[in-house]
């Protein structure tokens, strides 16, 4: 193991024992806890609680959106080329025609105003916005297109747990969807599972009724009932539930989302301040100084990336890159030229970032950046 990994899940005692109370009841699937796991994200998000649905994985979140916008073959959806596979892979399984757009900039990996608008048609079925790291897309842009071009909006936010934009509106409560990921290196963790939004009520009801194989009712109704229902299958579905022993692990996170990612402000601000005299390197959103972003990572952009990367592999440190672009992976190959998207991977390093990074390590994590 690394001297200081990537990532390090922040557990307490108190998820541990909420994790145990659900193991020693009666009742460990779908229940009363992921209810009230669903009822405390809408409560966060500010939206409304029947519209909030758990789910196996961010992948399944995106999944379902997709699925409900009843994509056909060659319908065109939008994506941001900076993000993780999630997205294009699910287009891709349903036939869809992946059109990426470029990074807004050389150094904002989040999608590009100027690309969409050159890319968008009425034509075009949904665009997939991500909102890398967890920091905002320009949500007033995108809306204006939104009314424009009439498609569907996909909020991935799989980072963004909880960031405000223009400190009012949460990420992820803007789109037609929203996806979030609760894999263990997100801010709020069960090891997997995740949370879909779905802006209409019949989306929300559909979704409930496609992530348990299509079926008219389930197990924890049955179980209050004390009698199987007639059931019917009304749907061809799959299964994306989110367990009872999952959402206890996240009820509590949930709870304390704000503080840690106040503690998380609080790194992204000492990395600040331990590199700010360093020429060959540059800090991703390093404006974004309001306590307002769930800090979901921590990249920079350096000019000898390959030796900053050697030196901290010698010192046993961890780290990451956000993303590959999309095009540049086999399975969605172009030759299209994306060169913010193109200069953004040749730089980046994702340092590590999570609520228990001591100040003594970001010191020594900088100490060898400062180094080079
Ligand atoms: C931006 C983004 N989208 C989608 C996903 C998929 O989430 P999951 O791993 O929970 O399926 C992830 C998770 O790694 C992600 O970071």
Redesign the pocket.
């Known amino acids: 193991m690394s001297k200081i990994p990537y990532f390090v899940p922040n557990i307490t005692k108190k998820d541990i024992l909420n994790v145990t109370n659900v193991l020693k009841s009666k009742w460990i699937s779908p229940g009363k806890i992921l209810t009230k796991l669903e009822g405390s994200f809408a409560k966060t998000l500010r939206v409304s609680k029947a519209k909030c649905i758990g789910v196996s994985?961010?992948?399944?979140a995106?999944f379902l959106a997709i699925r409900l916008l009843n994509l056909k073959k060659n319908d065109i959806v939008l994506m941001p080329n900076i993000?993780?596979v999630?997205?294009s892979n699910i287009v891709k399984f349903f036939k869809g025609k992946i059109v990426l757009v470029d990074a807004e900039n050389k150094d904002n990996p989040n999608i590009s105003i100027k690309d969409l608008e050159k890319k968008l048609s009425s034509k075009v079925k949904a665009v997939i916005i991500?909102h890398y790291g967890g920091y905002p897309c320009d949500m007033q842009n995108i809306m204006r297109l939104k009314k424009k071009y009439n498609f569907a909006l996909i909020e991935?936010a799989?980072?963004a747990m909880f960031s405000k934009y223009n400190n009012k509106k949460y990420l992820g409560s803007f789109g037609d969807f929203a996806?979030f990921?609760?894999?263990a290196?997100?801010n709020i963790t069960s090891a997997?599972?995740?949370m879909l939004y779905c802006k209409k009520q019949i989306d929300a009801n559909k979704s409930r009724i496609l992530k348990n194989h299509g079926l008219n009712t389930d197990s924890f109704t049955h179980s209050i009932n004390r009698y199987h229902k007639n059931y019917d299958v009304t749907e061809i579905g799959y299964n994306f539930r989110l367990d009872d022993v999952r959402s206890s692990l996240l009820i509590n996170q949930i709870n304390k989302i704000q503080t840690n990612n106040s503690k998380r402000h609080k790194i992204f601000l000492n990395y600040l301040k331990l590199l700010k005299l360093n020429n060959k390197i540059e800090v991703l959103f390093s404006d974004y100084k309001s306590n307002n972003y769930s800090r979901h990572l921590f990249v920079i952009l350096a000019k000898n990336k390959k030796k900053i990367q050697n030196r901290l592999k010698l010192n046993g440190i961890s780290f990451s890159c956000h993303y590959k672009p999309i095009n540049q992976l086999k399975i969605h190959k172009n030759r299209k030229k994306y060169k913010h998207s193109s200069y953004l991977f040749d730089h980046m390093i994702s340092l590590p970032i999570y609520p228990g990074l001591s100040y003594f390590q970001i010191q020594k994590i900088c100490k060898i950046i400062n180094s080079n």
Do not use: I, Q, V
């Not at 994985?57 to 399944?60: E, M, N, V």
């Open positions: 994985s961010g992948y399944a995106l993000n993780f999630a997205s991500c991935d799989c980072h996806a990921s609760f894999y290196n997100k997997e599972g995740g």
